[in-house]
């Protein structure tokens, strides 16, 4: 079994994936798991680069399947997706996403931004504004604190998607492009949208330290940013070395088993408790 990574889990659910029968058998299963309660956030930290503090927390959904146990969403998010059970399982994602963050915030928790994965299909929906409001609404979550993290293919309808980030950003919250460099458009859309973070992707990160083209990808990318006034997420930081790396070329924020895995949101709390003392 292989014991890191996000493979890890591969173990368990492979065998029933390679069978059609039992994919069949997930989708049933998808059908009933929201309203069974069957999802859960996990959050991973994200780093301040300058005052090693936490500063905010991706959250990332899990399945706790009744029979599989602990599916991962590499496992079932293109099941959602093919569905259309994305945007339902995409609007529990970002309620119980701002719930838990204003939870953390009564509590006394310093305020934290919270990054909420977005898929095409729920970004190219026509009611995604009024949806992400209504929560914001309920939650009494500040939107400064959450933070939609979307791919550079919403890019490529740029009049819709331009008309969608204006609206999103009217509301006060942040965006995000994920896996950033990973995607096939231009970069022209990084002069007009409204952006606030670019993420570079965990694939540039991890031969950063052999591989020279990747060390200097990584290089551009927080140059660019910086240029046009957006902050740098690096994910997938993994070592020391890669941490140093980052800090020295001024990447603003660090996510990555290096600090910590996706952790339930107990866990999280403590670890957040951990870091602060010192
Ligand atoms: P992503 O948005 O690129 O999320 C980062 C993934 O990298 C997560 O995998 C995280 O656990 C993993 N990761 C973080 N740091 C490290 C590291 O240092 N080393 C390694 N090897 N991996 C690291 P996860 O949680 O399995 O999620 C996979 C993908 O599933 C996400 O990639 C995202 O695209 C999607 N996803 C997760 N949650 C949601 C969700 O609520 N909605 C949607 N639409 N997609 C989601
Ligand atoms: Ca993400
Ligand atoms: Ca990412
Ligand atoms: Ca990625």
């Known amino acids: 079994a292989k014991s890191q990574g996000k493979n890890r889990y591969v173990v368990y659910t492979s065998d029933l994936l390679s069978n059609s029968i039992e994919e069949l058998q997930l989708e049933t299963d998808l059908r009933k798991a929201l309203e069974n309660n069957e999802f859960i ?3 991973q930290p994200q780093v301040c680069n300058k005052s090693e503090k936490i500063v905010g927390a991706e959250a990332l959904i899990r399945w706790n399947h009744p029979k599989f146990g602990l599916i991962y969403p590499d496992k079932f998010i293109k099941i959602a997706e093919e569905t ?3 945007t339902q399982i995409g609007e529990w994602v970002i309620e119980q996403a701002c719930i838990q ?4 915030q009564d509590s006394g928790m310093k ?3 919270i990054a909420v994965n ?3 299909q729920q970004f190219f929906k026509r009611n995604l504004v009024g949806i992400v409001k209504k929560v914001l609404d309920h939650t009494g979550l500040d939107p400064e604190y959450l933070v939609l993290e979307i791919t550079e293919s919403m890019a490529m309808d740029f009049d819709y ?4 980030l204006r609206q999103l950003k ?8 994920d896996d950033f460099g990973t995607g096939y458009s231009s970069l022209s859309y990084l002069k007009k949208f409204p952006i606030d973070y670019l993420k570079i992707d965990r694939s540039f990160v991890k031969d950063m330290m052999e591989d020279h083209n990747d060390v200097n990808i990584v290089k551009a990318i927080i140059t660019l940013a910086h240029n046009l006034r957006l902050e740098v997420i690096a994910e997938g930081v993994e070592t020391k070395e890669q941490l140093n790396f980052l ?3 001024q990447c603003d924020k660090i996510q990555g088993y290096l600090f910590s895995k996706p952790i339930p949101s107990e866990q999280f709390e403590q670890f957040y408790a951990s870091l602060q003392k010192n």
């Open 101 to 104: 963050n204003k939870k953390w």
């Open 161 to 164: 998607s331009l008309k969608v």
């Open 170 to 177: 009217n509301l006060g919250i942040c965006i995000s492009i």
């Open 247 to 249: 800090k020295k070329y």
């Open 118 to 120: 977005l898929s095409a």
């Open 84 to 86: 259309g059970l994305i």
């Open 41 to 43: 956030l996990h959050y």
């Open 111 to 113: 305020s934290i931004k």
